[in-house]
């Protein structure tokens, strides 16, 4: 090859380069950071792992427990105000009945209630005059309102 002036000297072409070429060498802080990012995917599900098992599941295992038999609790309680509650409304219902007020009015004063055998009061609602004969506690009866309304007497 010839050579020119504007062309640095290159070596013979018959000649091969006899020492081997040496690798490439990062600096070592340059190769932790590499290795350091190749595994940060694996470190995050560890620590996910670890936060889940120790610090995440176990507390929320116990609070679900805890919730569990709070829930029951609840549930009795709720049911049994429920059946109060339906208790007290069909007391109101029976107490906006106009036949049962009528039979109270009558019970207080003192008047027998009519048996369907003895007829309807009379055209005004009143009650064509029956006088009773006994009182509640001579009958058997304890309350004389729960006679009348069907119910405990609330």
């Not at 098992?53 to 609840?74: K, V």
């Amino acid at each position: 090859m010839k050579t020119t002036e504007h062309m640095p000297e290159s070596a013979p072409e018959d000649e091969t380069p006899t020492t081997p070429t040496a690798p490439i060498v990062r600096p070592p802080l340059r190769e932790l950071g590499s290795r350091l990012l190749y595994w940060v995917p694996v470190f995050a599900a560890l620590v996910l792992f670890a936060q889940i098992a120790f610090l995440g599941l176990r507390p929320a295992m116990r609070e679900a427990s805890r919730l569990a038999s709070a829930s029951d609790m609840l549930q009795a309680r709720w049911s049994h105000d429920r059946s109060l509650y339906d208790a007290y409304e069909l007391q109101l219902a029976v107490r906006r009945d106009p036949i049962f007020r009528e039979r109270q009015s009558r019970l207080r004063r003192g008047a027998r209630p009519l048996t369907p055998s003895e007829g309807t009061a009379g055209a005004d609602g009143a009650s064509s005059g029956l006088v009773r004969t006994t009182t509640p506690v001579d009958a058997g009866l304890s309350n004389p309102m729960s006679a009348a309304a069907g119910t405990s007497g609330f």
